[in-house]
T-cell receptor, first 114, second 112 residues
Framework: DGGITQSPKYLFRKEGQNVTLSCEQNLNHDAMYWYRQDPGQGLRLIYYSQIVNDFQKGDIAEGYSVSREKKESFPLTVTSAQKNPTAFYLC????WGQGHSPLHFGNGTRLTVT | AQTVTQSQPEMSVQEAETVTLSCTYDTSESDYYLFWYKQPPSRQMILVIRQEAYKQQNATENRFSVNFQKAAKSFSLKISDSQLGDAAMYFCSLGGNTPLVFGKGTRLSVIA
């Protein structure tokens, strides 16, 4: 079955360490996205990519980095520069970029930094 | 900039009754799309319903329907015959020439 796989489900890191969250999709979608979810804040866009080897910053990109070397993969690195990294991270994909097609979401990764 | 506002942080409904979740939005684009997503306790985001702004007819999906008021920039979700499995966070979202923007969500409780 086609879908989006995020791993791991739970991730724990010490403050000051970089950490990479994995996101893989086999839906053959062109666009991929990373959202951050905090209690009472809804979903906020971190980065998105409409095509391989290209990506754009979202509303809260500071302290994060991404790469899009393959169509299927869009890993997110949370760097030590991110001031409050503990959150639930959701990866998504869509047939086309921008906001004309619905998003398909992964199951999310809960990151805890202490 | 596109914005989405959900003014009801929490709602509750009796099983088998009807409930309406509110959403207002703002955009300067003429071609845009509106969505409602459901997030149950598993935290998996599930698309509930989609509305194209150019369509006047309100979208429906089984027990879920929307009241799309374009001039008022309002996009409410009506859930009929509420079931225990409808208990979840519901997010309204808006998409156009930029990726989807989400509201802060409404937590719906269903009372047996």
């Amino acid at each position: 079955d086609g879908g989006i796989t995020q791993s791991p489900k739970y991730l724990f890191r010490k403050e000051g360490q970089n950490v990479t969250l994995s996101c893989e999709q086999n839906l053959n979608h062109d666009a991929m996205y990373w959202y951050r979810q905090d209690p009472g804040q809804g979903l906020r866009l971190i980065y998105y990519s409409q095509i391989v080897n290209d990506f754009q910053k979202g509303d809260i990109a500071e302290g994060y980095s991404v790469s899009r070397e393959k169509k299927e993969s869009f890993p997110l690195t949370v760097t030590s520069a991110q001031k409050n990294p503990t959150a639930f991270y959701l990866c998504a994909s869509s047939v086309w970029g921008q906001g004309h097609s619905p998003l398909h979401f992964g199951n999310g990764t809960r990151l805890t930094v202490t | 900039a596109q914005t989405v506002t959900q003014s009801q942080p929490e709602m509750s409904v009796q099983e088998a009754e009807t409930v309406t979740l509110s959403c207002t939005y703002d955009t300067s684009e003429s071609d845009y799309y509106l969505f409602w997503y459901k997030q149950p306790p598993s935290r998996q985001m599930i698309l509930v319903i989609r509305q194209e702004a150019y369509k006047q007819q309100n979208a429906t999906e089984n027990r879920f329907s929307v009241n799309f008021q374009k001039a008022a920039k309002s996009f409410s979700l009506k859930i009929s015959d509420s079931q225990l499995g409808d208990a979840a966070m519901y997010f309204c979202s808006l998409g156009g020439n930029t990726p989807l923007v989400f509201g802060k969500g409404t937590r719906l409780s269903v009372i047996a």
